[in-house]
């Protein structure tokens, strides 16, 4: 008779489990159609705007051609939240850099309008010299060697964005990209890492979300230290780029997201406004004029 009342209480008990992770699915569904609906109607509209201000700015550096904003080095959040947001597993704090913090309008513009999709994130940039500071003061020897190697900024600038996530966590998105939706929104309190996919279905690094010591994190990091000390390709996508992240990825169980839904590239700044003061140009005709890896 104890063990029919066992078994009974059992079942009652998965039954109850059950339903509530039938509602949980079907609420999670739900919140996810609205979410996808959402973004389908803010991408249009975010589009339409910064190619607006992208017209505006040929025209502003048309009458101003030397005319240069400056991005700050940190900057707190523009408002707290009241709610504490300690259990959160990725760190409200985004990263960015580049060859230089004076940049064209477009350029600066696309750094407000993340700042008010992500009014609560902290905000941290760094520059060519400063990406070095940074992982010559957190990281081994051996590290900041295969970095140096690097002769060319987008690679160097691919290195740093894994290290600097593995430091300290947060969220790392080129200073071309723009978000989609509010960013609290987007990463959920225990995601540990948010990776986006493009068109192709491979995974892209214009973008990444990641709590502190993030394994998927490390493990692209070393592939991407050892392709360096082996010089294993002078093709960046390959060396440094999202080619680690696909071949490293592969097989493993990640958190990723749509790049449509989440962020985007180049609809309020281009090529143009955002090498305007290199000569070299982007890394796509670099790597072809200059070693990526300097030879010991």
Known sequence: ??????????????????????????NKKSLLGQYMRLTRISRPLIKLFANFCKVFCYLFHAFFPKKRFKIPSDSAPIFAL??????????????????????????????LFNRLM?????????VTEEREKFIRQNFPADTLRAYERLQIGAAQADFWRLLVLQRHGGVYMDIDAHLIWPLHLIIKPLDSEVFLKIKTGE??????????????????????????????????????????????????????????????????TNEYFQYIDKPQGKWTKEQFRVPVIRKD
């Open 82 to 111: 009241q709610a504490d947001i300690n259990f959160e597993l990725v760190p409200r704090i985004i990263w960015q850099t580049n060859y230089t913090n004076q940049v064209s309008l477009p350029v600066y513009l696309n750094y």
């Open 118 to 126: 992500a009014p609560t994130f902290s905000y941290r940039f760094m």
């Open 203 to 268: 995974i892209s690094n214009y973008f990444i979300a990641a709590k502190p010591d993030n394994p998927s994190v490390k493990a692209i990091a070393r592939q991407v230290q050892s392709n360096i000390e082996r010089g294993s390709s002078e093709n960046i996508y390959n060396l440094t780029g999202p080619g680690v992240f696909n071949s490293v990825l592969q097989g493993r169980l990640v958190n990723t997201s749509y790049y449509l839904d989440v962020c985007n590239q180049g609809n309020f």
């Open 1 to 26: 008779m104890s063990n029919h009342n066992n078994y009974a209480t059992i079942t009652r008990i998965r039954g109850v489990a059950v339903f509530f992770i039938h509602i949980a699915t079907q």
